[in-house]
């Protein structure tokens, strides 16, 4: 590992490190983080006609967190978004840690479900300026 990631680490100014890919304002960073929980309800009618909903087990858990890089400004953040794709074609869960304030607690172990890149504003080299993207984990039970 680099001096600046253990540098980064040590002082918790990251946003959030899934598996070995850290968040941070000087890297990879994210704009938006979504939490999405179902459930999963049976509705059963009783003999008098009145509906009754009944909670069975939780279904499933996601997040989705969208992020703008400028490659100019966010080194090497190409890179570290190249890392995310290696762990989807993997198709191995990673712990999922994020920060808050000055700590970070781990959320559990996440499997990348996708990931959607959007290149634009390029230079006459072919190099895009801005890089948005998103990635969408689910929680694994593994």
């Known amino acids: 590992m680099s001096q600046f990631l253990d540098a980064i680490l040590r002082r918790n100014v990251f946003m959030a ?3 070995d890919v850290v968040f941070s304002t000087e890297r990879l960073s994210f704009q938006e ?4 929980v179902e459930a999963k309800i049976n509705t059963y009618e009783t003999l008098n006609g009145k509906v009754i909903n009944q909670f069975i087990s939780l279904k ?9 890089i400028f490659p100019e400004y966010h080194q090497s953040a190409q890179q570290r ?8 074609r993997e198709g191995k869960p990673q712990l999922l840690s994020l920060t808050s304030k000055e ?10 479900e ?4 959007t290149q ?3 230079r006459a080299n072919g190099e895009a300026q801005k890089i948005q993207f998103s990635l969408d984990l689910i929680r694994s039970e593994t």
Do not use: A, Q
């Open 120 to 122: 634009n504003l390029f």
């Open 17 to 19: 490190k899934y598996g």
């Open 81 to 88: 978004l190249e890392s995310l794709y290696t762990i989807l």
């Open 33 to 36: 983080v979504k939490r999405k």
């Open 60 to 68: 499933e858990e996601k997040l989705t967190m969208n992020g703008l």
């Open 103 to 112: 700590s970070s607690f781990p959320t559990g172990l996440w499997l990348i």
């Open 114 to 117: 996708r990931i959607e890149e």
